[in-house]
Each structure stands twice: as C-alpha cells, then as structure tokens.
C-alpha cells in the first residue's frame, strides 16, 4: 500500500508570491491534516479536511486555505508569502477520525526568500 | 485548553545506553488520546504508538517501551539498548476525539546516540 505522498518536495518562492503544496493520502483514508514545522514554533496544526469538508482549523492568518477533492486529494494554499512562511509542511493521513493513527507524509520544504 | 511539554530539549547517549523521553500532558478532557512519532533526518513523522486516557497499561515492542501515568499527566517512552538508528527526534502528541484529528505536539526531544 503507497504511503502517503506530498509535492513538490522542495519550494523556493519569494514575498509576495502564492503556492500550492498537494498531498495523496493513503488510499481508503478520507482525513487529511496539514500541519506546519518551523524551528521556533514546532509543530502546528493549520486544518483538517475529512469528505471535502473542512473538519477544524488551527490559528493561522486567512492566507493559508486548503480543500479536498472527492478521491480525498488535499491542497493547501498560501497567499501573499511572508519570511515567516518558510518552513516544512506536513500533510498526514487517517481513516476517519477523533482516534486513528495519523500517517505522515514526507512533507515540503517551504524557503521564502 | 490542551499542552504537551518535553523538557528535554536534547539528550545524548552513548550506544547501548538506556534512554528515557519525558512526556507530561495538560488537559481537562477525561477521553483523549496520546502518541509518540519519531522524525528521522529525513523529516517524515514515524507512527510509534497511541494510547487512550483509558488504558494505562504500560506496554512494550521490542526495546521499546511507554509508561503511561494519568495521575502525573506523564506518558514516558523509553528506549532500552540504544542504537545509532535511533538518533532522530522524538514528539509527544496529544488529541482529543471532539477536535476531529487535530494533534497538540510537544516541542520535540532530540535524540543523538552515538557509536
């Protein structure tokens, strides 16, 4: 069974710009998470989307937005970039929700320059 | 309001050498649930265990183990044996079933074992 799936790998953009991170997730499972990594803020949740529907939403500015398709592809969308942006994005997996194991895909590197 | 705190922020060993990660949680949920994953250089998060508020059985996978105490909030993992491939960091992770599959990481623990 393929694991979950992020692209691009590796992103350099510049300020002001907009991009867009995908993620597969694994196949059967209808959550997908978007977390964010940076060094001085760890790991933090930006939103969840489970059967197209966004599930719950961490504290992040409108310019991050996502969505989810109908095979459960998820994208994540940032507008406007900013220094503070760069970081590694996560995307993870689940079979429904509330107790299942999350599954992590291998993330993008985000760089703002 | 939920928090996890690792407050080892880096530890080193030597290999062989018995390691243990503290965890402590705050929450007011009574149902909740907890997870380790490990991130390798590489940057994907490893699944390594979940338990729920209503299991504290401790439980072991072959040098692994997790120590899970609900009256200390502590969910400690232990790594017995160390080896060099077990050189990564370490996050603690909480959630609560209402709040769909948002986790509440810790800050991460470092781990270095050296040869």
């Known amino acids: 069974k393929a694991g979950v799936t992020q692209t691009p790998r590796y992103l350099i953009k510049t300020r002001g710009q907009q991009v867009t991170l995908s993620c597969s997730p694994i196949?059967?499972?209808?959550?997908v998470s978007w977390y964010q990594q940076t060094p001085g803020q760890g790991l933090q949740f930006l939103f969840e989307?489970?059967?197209?529907?966004?599930?719950n939403k961490g504290n992040f500015p409108g310019r991050f937005s996502g969505r989810q398709f109908s095979n459960s592809r998820s994208e994540m969308n940032v507008s406007t970039l900013e220094l503070g942006d760069s970081a590694l994005y996560l995307c993870?997996?689940?079979?429904?929700?509330?107790?299942?194991?999350?599954?992590f895909g291998p993330g993008t590197r985000l760089t703002v320059l | 309001a939920q928090k996890v705190t690792q407050a080892q922020t880096e530890i080193s060993v030597v290999e062989k050498e018995d390691v243990t990660l503290d965890c402590v949680y705050e929450t007011r949920d009574t149902t909740y649930y907890l997870f380790w994953y490990k991130q390798p250089p590489s940057g994907e998060l490893v699944f390594l265990i979940r338990?729920?508020?209503?299991?504290?059985q401790n439980e072991i996978s072959g040098r692994y183990s997790w120590n899970f105490q609900k009256s200390t909030s502590s969910f400690n993992f232990t790594i017995t044996a160390s080896q060099v491939v077990d050189s990564a960091v370490y996050f603690c992770?909480?959630?609560?079933?209402?709040?769909?599959?948002?986790?509440?990481f810790g800050g991460g623990t470092r781990l270095m074992v050296k040869p």
């Open positions: 989307y489970f059967s197209e529907t966004q599930r």
């Open positions: 993870a997996s689940s079979l429904s929700g509330g107790n299942n194991e999350q599954f």
């Open positions: 992770a909480l959630l609560h079933p209402n709040a769909g599959n948002m986790l509440t």
């Open positions: 196949s059967g499972h209808r959550s």
């Open positions: 338990r729920n508020s209503f299991d504290e």
